[in-house]
């Protein structure tokens, strides 16, 4: 994941302190500063970029809620941090990502960040495959289907040809343009070179790949 550049707001010393800690436990967090002063992260953020604020609600100047609506429209997320239960609703009106009730632990603060929108893999129109000492630059349109072989996939060109690598399909998944779909536990498929489904076979070309109960649902929904 790339950097998640944050800033913390919060009148209190204690708290401020807390959180910093948390962020720096956090390898893609990028910590960008803290305010106690509402006023000041609101002149911070006209010069800087930041995807995410960790912001108290009961502040003196601003409340964190009237802040929120403030920056509405920049794009940058909030995790809402209080010792008061009573604005919860209020924070999910205003589209936070989560709402942190004090004291914070750390696991806590985890689960909320986890919640940040994962970037969507960058498009690109070729994939570099490590087999063995060898690497191999194949374009994605050449690619049918992946399948996991007990600790490797193997990828499946349509011009018959097969490339071995030892990876996980799992954390494969999570690297790969849109373009392709997990559609079975051992299976993930180019959305570009389906042609049908046919009973719980997606046909791509001469081949058919099994899509499991779980999967069947989205595949039925991302290409037909």
Do not use: W
Not at 9 to 14: A, G, P, R, V
Not at 29 to 51: E, V, W
Not at 99 to 119: G, M
Not at 211 to 223: F, N
């Amino acid at each position: 994941m790339s950097s998640i550049r944050c800033i913390i707001i919060d009148d209190e010393e204690l708290a401020r302190t807390l959180l910093k800690t948390y962020v720096d436990k956090i390898d893609y967090l990028a910590y960008k500063g803290a305010f106690q002063n509402p006023l000041k992260a609101l002149s911070f953020l006209k010069d800087n970029t930041i995807d995410l604020i960790f912001l108290d609600i009961q502040m003196p100047e601003i409340k964190g809620t009237e802040f929120a609506e403030m920056i509405s429209k920049s794009g940058i997320r909030i995790i809402f941090t209080t010792a008061y239960s009573e604005y919860a609703l209020q924070g999910f009106e205003l589209s936070a990502l989560d709402y942190l009730l004090k004291p914070i632990t750390f696991k806590r603060f985890v689960s909320a960040v986890e919640k940040f929108p994962k970037p969507e893999a960058q498009q690109e129109d070729s994939l570099v495959i490590k087999s063995g000492y060898d690497l191999h630059k194949v374009a994605i349109d050449e690619i049918l289907f992946i399948k996991s072989e007990s600790e490797y996939v193997t990828y499946h060109l349509d011009n018959g040809k097969k490339i071995m690598a030892y990876q996980s399909l799992s954390k494969l998944e999570a690297t790969l343009p849109h373009t392709f779909l997990r559609v079975h536990r051992s299976y993930i498929v180019n959305k570009q070179k389906v042609t049908g489904l046919k009973g719980r076979d997606l046909l791509l070309g001469e081949h058919r790949i099994a899509v499991s109960d779980s999967y069947y649902d989205t595949v039925k929904k991302e290409l037909f």
